[in-house]
């Protein structure tokens, strides 16, 4: 009756992967009283309770536990206002590492015009950090430039359409003057997430003509192009063309990187290592096929596409500042990476 | 235990190991505990001690998990034993301790609610919702909200403005969990006025960036919710449908089974407020990899988003799909570019080009999906798409769904006659009449009726055929009803038969499948809940009493523009905007002689009153156009109402059917028309030859008819069979030749019921009511005589005006009036008086004398004679009565038949 139990499960799915690494049948047999300790704390009486992996990692140990006196306590955390970080954590070195990821969703139809194209952003923490710092990131958000007056300025802005945090930002201070306040929790984490819907110019863009003479053969032509900066390099870049799942023989033929046939997913992959901005290469490939045609139809499954282009955000995101003030007034430094990456990038063909 | 074994033995020795201090094994006594507790009442008793000690252990972490496992053991003896430690733990200065107290409170209510009660642990709850640690009120609020659902009168969650303002206070420090609680109470509140309920929006709103997708359900609740009492004419109002939009979108980024969930609340959102979303299109549009239940789900949202805006994307999208392979998925884009169609009247002609595009991939299911679509889409857009019906009957051959079939008869019936050859191909559909399904038969026979008043004269025998086929042959109570609407309307009167079949029909709206409104409204109230995944009501899917409280949106507040939400609509305002998704009665009408193809609408009291129209058509009027104004319509149809008694004899030999057909004047059942004695035998076989005929005589709507059957007892074959009557007292004889069509095979029977009417010659007879009747056949001239009861010859119209009575009773001389005893007749008053009127003897005035009924009556026969009655009835011995009858008539000698008359009716 309370919110819908596939958002919990999820969690415990979540959580129980984070304790096992893996999580299936036999780990969860073999694991039967951690499963059931845990199942204890996440919930009581079908509400949902406390679902965070490293705080309960911090009283539900995967060894047996002693009770001595003193130990095994239930820490503080549990039912702090501040229930994601512990108290007392000491760093000899205080860092934060900050990785701006955004992944492109691109749905192109047969005929080359552009269905869907949004940015999905996520920015992930990794905090070493001493004590109960208390941090603060300033981003090119045109929102806030707005409410600044920094928008006259030649700063480049960008408009985040919508931002979802961590349970660890406050969110009525970010509604009231955007900024994004926090005491992150210790480790990794996704602090927040983003996304936009402004239309750009698809990073690879791939022109195909895939001709299937029946009883005979498939003759596929992919022609792909960098649509991004020169100074840009997109690396691993995966090309994967459908093909029909009775095809035999294959050869190719590429101006760069190589082909191979992927039989049991019925695709030719054509991987190119690094693929600069500007540049525009071919692969041919030749597929024989049964004189006799077989009885179930295929779908027409779509090109995609696999890339990731370092030091390169598409919606031009910059972490412009992260403040971190902490009691003990130590010196932090923070440390940003940026990485544009393709999300659900799917050409489809005719 | 847990891989089912029964390990219920060992209670003793497990609880033996409960007091042992690793907290590992202590958790699984706890887990042991709970499982048997409940087949071991008696020993459980004995762990009471440990868990009152573990109560007020040094570590929070087993104070909890005590009270925790106490809550979850639910033995009666136990609960005793559970409140001094709860109470304690309630006021634990620990907040662990205090917020598992508090859910273990919601537990002890769900086994003994009285118990909670008396221990005041409620007022203990409610003093938590203001405690310092915020997890520790989510955790009271929860609790209070899961009590107060099972106890929906008592008003537990005593929400005013200042609690409310705490717990939006709260929100901003608790876990996400914790936020969810409070939203979902938050949602339960009714604010009291527009201002307070923007204020909770302003402040609720931050939630919807939060990571959780849980979280952010639960605010679009609420926001949903409130956004009722805002008006639209304000500013925020627009603020707010904008900020909704992006994190509903976000949702979908997320795996496919949060994703679908997210799209089954979102399939209520736009149907609810459609502006939140109609910008954004596109994110539903399908991807290749999306598992199909999502890609369903999706389209059945781009359906509902669709608009004169953004249809052509649409329509390329739709079109796109119905390509695909997975035939579940292509079906339901084929049928999505119909709704299209019906929703977006300027893309109608695109979605049939389309469609029709479709048609010629020739690809099966793609064709039948199509013809159902295009059916729904004529019945939007009348006469306006009729050119492709060439290409519809192209396919004919390939349906074999029922569903298409019936919609490409319903579609030949319809526009009939613009379809040269309808005739054939509705007639190489009933070849096979009894192999297809329910829904096909239906609509054969409504169509071939339509083709019939179309085109009366090449269809006639087709026409016969289908009746007979829907009403002697089938076992399928809905067809044969169906079939005698038909048939009777037919034989009654051609005109309003033409009236009723081809009537203008409502045209279709394109909402025929959203959900009903209070539904919708109800489900609102359960965003993020399993209600809205399955879009059916809590009580619907959830056991026991909890669930059973209805929510309810909070009413428009009041403002000049119309009422979204049905319960605050005044009493006939204006509801353009309701659609309209419930047909009325008159539709329904529409509906049962037209259309079979939409979703079943009738409910039972509808259904019910449109029988009722039926009959009434049935007996009233018909009757007199069909002898009067129309005698050449009789008799180019030739139609007859069906058997009187065929109803009750589903065996009924198949020749009589169509022979009945061309009895203008048989009865019409006997459902109120004047009373029928069972068939008595008149020409025995041994005098005969071998044929045997008996039969009964009937008045139905004005025509007399003289029903028989013969049979054949011979070993021959007897054909060419004609009857002949002798002159008779009131000039009775035959209206129609008998018509025995088929040749009368050894052990045969027929039921032939022969019209007859009044203008033969006349010679008294002796008796009275003797009939002379004479059949031939091949093998020789036979003669019998009978009697037929007088009441056949009561005409309708013999009801006397008062003073006309009077003036005649008092005009009769005494000599002519005949007194008659009629004992013990199972009626009273009423009943008699009405029993004799179905049979046309009718009461113009009814006194009461000492106790004792007298009505008077009159009657008419079919050549003028009038007839007039006193009837007295005494209450005899129980529930039978006493009649005593005068006739006065002109003719005293029929007044002994008369007498036989009112005695068979009374009496049987």
Not at chain 2, 36 to 51: E, G, L, R
């Amino acid at each position: 009756m309370s919110a819908s139990a596939v958002f919990i499960l999820d969690i415990k799915g979540k959580v129980f992967c984070e304790y096992f690494k893996e999580l299936e049948e036999e780990s969860i047999r073999d694991n039967f009283v951690i499963v059931y300790e845990l199942l204890d704390e996440l919930m009581d009486f079908g509400f949902p309770q406390t679902t965070d992996s490293k705080i309960l990692q911090e009283y539900i140990t995967q060894q047996g536990n002693k009770l001595e006196t003193g130990k095994s306590r239930v820490p503080p955390t549990v039912t702090n206002a501040v229930s994601w970080r512990s108290e007392g954590l000491k760093y000899k070195k205080n860092e934060v590492f900050i990785d701006v990821i955004e992944s492109v969703n691109l749905l192109v139809n047969a005929n080359g015009s552009v269905l869907l194209s949004e940015i999905v952003g996520s920015i992930k923490l990794k905090v070493f950090l001493s004590g109960m710092p208390e941090l603060r990131l300033g981003l090119n958000d045109r929102v806030l430039f707005e409410l600044t007056g920094l928008s006259g300025s030649k700063n480049k802005s960008v408009e985040l359409e919508d931002v979802k945090f961590h349970q660890c930002v406050r969110l009525s201070r970010f509604d009231n003057d955007r900024t994004i306040s926090f005491i992150p929790p210790d480790g990794d984490f996704e602090l927040m997430s983003y996304r936009l819907s402004t239309q750009v110019k698809p990073l690879i863009w791939i022109e195909s003509i895939i001709e299937k003479f029946s009883h005979s053969r498939v003759e596929i032509m992919v022609k792909a192009k960098g649509q991004f900066k020169k100074q840009s390099v997109a690396n691993g870049v995966e090309i994967s063309v459908p093909v029909p799942s009775d095809a035999d023989s294959p050869r190719f033929k590429t101006s760069v990187g190589s082909a191979k046939y992927v039989p049991e997913k019925n695709v030719v992959i054509w991987s190119i290592k690094s693929f600069p901005g500007g540049k525009e290469y071919l692969m041919r490939a030749h597929f024989g096929l049964p004189s006799v045609e077989k009885e179930e139809v295929d779908g027409r499954p779509p090109i995609g596409v696999k890339f990731e282009i370092p030091y390169f955000t598409v919606s031009g995101i910059q972490v412009r500042y992260m403040k971190i003030i902490e009691k003990s007034g130590y010196q932090a430094l923070p440390w940003v990476r940026y990485i544009t990456q393709s999300g659900d990038y799917q050409l489809r063909t005719s | 235990m847990t891989v089912g074994k029964d390990v219920s033995a060992l209670f003793p020795d497990v609880v033996n190991c409960m007091q042992t201090d690793n907290l590992e094994l202590k958790k699984l006594v706890y887990l042991y505990l709970m499982n048997y507790a409940k087949s071991q009442p008696d020993m459980a008793i004995m762990a009471v001690n440990t868990f009152v000690k573990d109560c007020e252990d040094p570590n929070p972490l087993i104070r909890a998990l005590a009270v925790r496992t106490m809550g979850c053991i639910r033995v009666d003896k136990i609960t005793e034993y559970l409140c001094e430690p709860l109470r304690k733990c309630l006021k634990d200065e620990d907040p662990y301790v205090r917020k598992t107290a508090a859910v273990c409170v919601a537990k002890l209510h769900d086994i003994n609610a009285q118990l909670v009660e008396d221990q005041g642990f409620l007022d203990t709850l409610k003093d938590l919702i203001s405690d310092s640690n915020p997890m520790v009120v989510a955790n009271a609020v929860a609790a209070l909200s899961e009590i107060a659902e099972s106890h929906p009168s008592s008003n537990l969650l005593d929400l005013n403005p200042q609690s409310i303002n705490k717990l939006l206070t709260a929100l901003n420090e608790c876990t996400e969990w914790g936020q969810i609680f409070i939203l979902d109470c938050l949602a339960n509140y009714m604010p009291k006025d527009d201002r307070e309920a923007q204020s909770i929006c302003e402040r609720v709103t931050p939630r919807l960036s939060h990571a959780n997708s849980a979280v952010v359900l639960s605010a679009v609740k609420v926001l949903m919710k409130f956004m009722e009492m805002l008006s639209k004419d304000l500013d925020y109002y627009g603020t707010l449908l904008k900020k909704l939009a992006p994190p509903l979108v976000t949702l979908l980024s997320a795996e496919p089974e949060l994703q679908y969930v997210a799209l089954r609340n979102i399939n209520l959102i736009v149907q609810k407020r459609p502006e939140i979303l109609k910008h954004e299109m596109k994110v539903f549009f399908v991807k290749y990899n999306d598992p199909i239940y999502v890609k369903l789900e999706k389209l059945d949202i781009m359906i509902r988003l669709a608009s004169q805006a953004n249809i052509a994307q649409v329509l390329a999208e739709l079109k796109e799909y119905a390509t695909e392979v997975d035939v579940d998925f292509v079906r339901k884009a084929v049928r999505a570019i119909g709704r299209c169609a019906i929703k977006v009247e300027q893309s109608a002609e695109r979605c049939v080009s389309t469609l029709l595009d479709l048609i010629q991939t020739k690809v099966n299911y793609v064709v039948q999906e199509a013809i159902v679509v295009i059916k729904d889409i004529f019945r939007k857009y009348p006469n306006k798409y009729e050119s492709v019906i060439a290409t519809l009957c192209e396919n004919l051959d390939s349906l074999d769904e029922p569903e298409a079939r019936a919609a490409m008869i319903w579609i030949v019936g319809e526009y009939a006659e613009r379809i040269d050859n309808a005739d054939e191909l509705l007639e190489s559909f009933l070849e096979g009449f009894h192999d297809e399904s329910t829904q096909v038969q239906l609509q054969l026979l409504t169509a071939i009726v339509k083709l019939f008043l179309k085109k009366p004269t090449e269809t006639q025998e087709l026409v016969q055929q289908v009746l007979s086929l829907a009403t002697q042959d089938s076992d399928n109570p809905d067809l044969r009803d169906r079939g005698y609407i038909y048939w009777r309307l037919l034989s009654t009167d051609p005109v309003a038969a033409k009236e009723v079949v081809l009537a203008e029909k409502p045209l279709i709206s394109e909402e025929t499948d959203l959900i009903e409104p209070t539904l919708l409204d109800e489900l609102i109230c359960y965003i993020g809940t399993l209600a809205s995944v399955y879009h059916k009501p809590p009580s619907a899917f959830v056991e026991g009493g909890r669930g059973v409280v209805h929510k309810s949106l909070p009413p428009r507040t009041a403002s000049n523009e119309s009422t979204e939400s049905p319960e605050a609509a005044p009493a006939g305002a204006p509801t353009g905007e309701q659609p309209d998704v419930i047909p009325t009665q008159g539709d329904l009408l529409g509906d049962l002689l037209n259309l079979d193809l939409g979703p079943p609408v009738s409910g039972p009291p509808l259904a019910t009153s449109s029988v009722q129209m039926g009959a009434v058509d049935l007996l009233g009027g018909g009757l007199d156009s069909l002898m009067g104004d129309e005698p050449e319509g009789i008799g180019d149809t030739n139609f007859g109402a069906p058997p009187a008694a065929a109803p009750a004899r589903p065996g009924a030999p198949i020749g009589s059917g169509l022979s009945d057909l061309f009895d203008l004047t048989s009865g019409v059942g006997t459902l109120s028309g004047s009373y029928v004695a069972p068939k008595a035998v008149w020409l025995p076989a041994m005098k005969a030859k071998g044929l045997e005929i008996s039969g009964t005589f009937t008045r139905q709507v004005g025509s007399i008819s003289m029903d028989l059957q013969l049979t054949n007892k011979a070993l021959q074959v007897m054909m060419d069979f004609a009857i002949q009557f002798n002159r008779n007292s009131f000039g009775l004889a035959p209206a129609a030749p008998l018509q025995v069509h088929a040749p009368l095979s050894p052990n045969q029977t027929v039921e032939i019921s022969l019209p007859l009417n009044t203008v033969g010659s006349v010679m008294k007879m002796d008796p009275l009511n003797n009939l002379q009747v004479a059949v031939k056949n091949n093998i020789d001239i036979f003669y019998f005589s009978t009697l037929y009861p007088l009441h056949i010859l009561f005409v309708e119209d013999g009801k006397m005006d008062r003073q006309m009575f009077l003036a005649t009773w008092k005009d009769i001389p005494n000599e002519n009036e005949a007194q008659f005893q009629i004992r013990d007749c199972p009626l009273n008053a009423e009943a008699v008086s009405s029993r004799l009127q179905s049979s046309n003897i009718f009461t113009i005035a009814k006194r009461n004398v000492e106790g004792q009924d007298m009505l008077y009556q009159s009657l008419k026969l079919t050549n003028g004679i009038w007839v007039l009655a006193e009837l007295r009835i005494q209450p005899g011995n129980t529930s039978f009565t006493d009649l005593e009858l005068s006739l006065k008539c002109r003719a005293p000698e029929v007044s002994p038949h008369v007498y036989q008359a009112y005695e068979t009716i009374l009496k049987n």
